[in-house]
């Protein structure tokens, strides 16, 4: 049963979704929206029954396995994922506006492997999840490709957050250099130096998906991405996956002695960043795209304080939210045809349904009360206050933050004044069609309830402040613009300082390639000149030692003749003489071996005599 419902969790939004990519479906909205539906329910299901399964990887090593398992961090994280994407690709389907079957197809296969990386208790899976995840960012914000603003934006996005992904590269070698393996909650026993690179990896890899400092900037030029694409990606998909990552391994942040503290004043600096930077914006898409970094920035703030429960509390109730708003963003832009806030004067009105809506997902954004995120947000500045109280009160200024945000939004949405003209991005259809309402009161429901999964570390005192600050800050901002500090209107420079890095790694490949292409001529002129060298050098071989080796080839054969001939009249004939002589002397000394005994003593008394006369002969001379 866990292997099946793994499978339908994991296995059908990738498939499906690589089907309505490259098969020519006649209607994929509907099939996409049925398959979402499908994992939606999945997910719930797995959030009770707890599966858990993987397959084979790397079995030689300790935690190469790619393991999957819905546990009680992952299980809550997964509903928001599943709800989130079924009613995002819902809301698309019902605008009735045409999107070509990648966006369908693209929008399941980024839904799956948010799945996988949040189900992932193993490296291996993790990064494939990880990966997947990042490359359909890249082409759901390029889906306009025929705009190269658009393919610009994607390409920006990708290029942050991949080289901030090496990171966890970086934390898997050391990981295994340090004896711990690649499972994720074996990673803390990581040993000496290695725990420290391990945890700087992750902390790094991690602030890049969630947009925190200094990494923020490619979450403005997402907004460049249709409506649903920033309605999921910045909800329940890509961005939340940096700070659930970060959850996940609280433990080993928690382990070196820095990376927690580290984590927690970044996000709570972003929280204050980014919120000063809504706060400044006059673009929608753009205030909700600074908040997303901002609101973040308390799930990470969560991760560095070991606050696991408040965080993803944190992260689901800010997913149900900043899902409805971005939505409702993308209603206004197709019914008004404008995403900036002077010309969205009074839209809150028409229609007011939808105004209503997306006044609940503001309300919960600035922590009223009873809202969700004013539960979950108290819930993490109440951990963060045990551990320090500068962290919490950086914290709760971030927190008013929102609700100065939200409160700007609020005033212009319900403004009386007539919108401003100009600011016309695409041709107004003049209305929202009110099935697409349906989905959007799904999500505000969320806004209202979901604070019920913060835990109780927020005591009444701190509730009742909280809420009061945040109420008292909306009524005034309501009454009295905020003024926009000038210095964060622009991101804070991030975006030009990120060109200003592309463009150096620019002109780095350029110079790379300019260096390349002399190589390639040089490589060339070698080549053709090897040839002419080559055949130089054959001819002087031929005319030279070739012709020497052609002489001796014709000279050696008369020499041996010649040779031969000596040898057979000079030493042959000497040899042949020997024999000769030797077998006419061998023919003498057998004549006398008659067999006979009397001829062989005849023969011994004639060589006595004769030896007797040598003697006498001898003895005479002398």
Do not use: N
């Amino acid at each position: 049963m866990s292997a099946v419902l793994l499978g339908v969790l994991v296995g059908l939004p990738l498939l499906a979704g690589t089907a309505l990519c490259l098969l020519p479906v006649r209607r994929p909205a509907p099939v996409a929206v049925a398959v979402a539906v499908v994992v939606a329910v999945a997910a719930v299901v797995a959030a009770i029954r707890r599966p858990t399964g993987g397959w084979a990887f790397l079995p030689l090593v300790e935690g190469g396995r790619a393991e999957l398992a819905v546990d009680d961090l992952a299980a809550p994280v997964l509903v928001a994922v599943g709800a989130v994407a079924a009613l995002v690709l819902l809301t698309a389907a019902l605008s009735g506006e045409p999107r070509p079957a990648r966006f369908w197809g693209l929008m399941l296969v980024f839904t799956g492997s948010v799945v996988l990386t949040v189900t992932a208790t193993t490296l291996p899976a993790l990064l494939l999840g990880w990966e997947v995840m990042g490359a359909c960012s890249y082409a759901l914000i390029g889906l306009r490709w025929s705009a190269p603003a658009t393919v610009d934006a994607g390409a920006a996005a990708f290029l942050t957050t991949r080289t901030t992904d090496l990171g966890l590269y970086l934390a898997g070698g050391a990981a295994l250099a340090g004896g711990a393996g690649w499972s994720l909650d074996r990673l803390p026993t990581a040993a000496g130096p290695w725990l420290h690179l391990a945890a700087a990896g992750v902390l790094v890899a991690a602030l890049g998906k969630a947009a925190q400092l200094p990494f923020s900037a490619w979450l403005s030029r997402a907004m460049e991405g249709p409506a649903p694409v920033s309605a999921l990606l910045h909800s329940a998909a890509m961005v939340a996956m940096g700070g659930y990552l970060l959850l996940r391994t609280a433990p080993l942040l928690a382990a070196t002695g820095w990376a927690g503290p580290a984590a927690a004043w970044t996000g709570a600096l972003t929280a204050v960043a980014l919120g000063a930077v809504a706060v400044a914006q006059t673009d929608l898409k753009q205030l909700l795209a600074a908040s997303t970094a901002a609101q973040l920035g308390f799930v990470v703030l969560a991760a560095g304080v070991s606050a696991t429960a408040a965080g993803s509390a944190q992260l689901v109730a800010h997913a149900a939210v900043k899902a409805g708003l971005f939505l409702a963003a993308g209603a206004w832009l197709t019914a008004i045809g404008s995403k900036q806030l002077p010309a969205l004067r009074g839209a809150a009105r028409r229609p007011r349904g939808l105004g209503v809506l997306a006044t609940v997902g503001l309300l919960a954004l600035a922590g009223v009360p009873p809202l969700a995120l004013w539960w979950t947000k108290d819930a993490v500045l109440a951990v963060a206050g045990e551990q320090s109280v500068p962290l919490q009160l950086v914290g709760l200024v971030g927190a008013l933050l929102s609700a100065a945000y939200a409160g700007t939004a609020l005033r212009v949405l319900w403004s009386r004044a007539a919108p401003a003209p100009g600011g016309d991005e695409q041709t107004p259809t003049g209305h929202v069609p009110r099935l697409q309402l349906v989905p959007l009161g799904a999500l505000a429901v969320g806004s209202l309830v979901l604070g019920a999964l913060a835990p109780g570390t927020a005591g009444p005192a701190e509730l009742v402040v909280s809420g009061a600050l945040a109420t008292a800050v909306v009524l005034v901002v309501l009454r009295h613009p905020v003024p926009a500090p000038r210095w964060a209107a622009r991101w804070l420079g991030l975006p030009a300082a990120t060109d200003q890095v592309v463009r150096g790694l620019a002109r780095v490949v350029a110079g790379a390639a300019r260096m390349e292409r002399l190589v390639g001529r040089g490589t060339a002129g070698v080549a053709r000149a090897v040839p002419r060298s080559a055949a130089a050098v054959a001819v002087l071989d031929d005319r030279g030692p070739g012709a020497v080796v052609r002489g001796a080839g014709r000279a050696l054969p008369r020499l041996a003749g010649a040779a031969a001939t000596l040898d057979d009249r000079g030493p042959g004939a000497a040899v042949r003489a020997v024999t000769a002589g030797a077998r006419s002397l061998g023919v003498l000394a057998r004549r006398p071996q008659t067999g006979l005994a009397h001829q062989y003593y005849a023969q011994v008394l004639v060589a006595l005599a004769v030896v007797v006369a040598a003697v006498l002969l001898s003895i005479v001379v002398r």
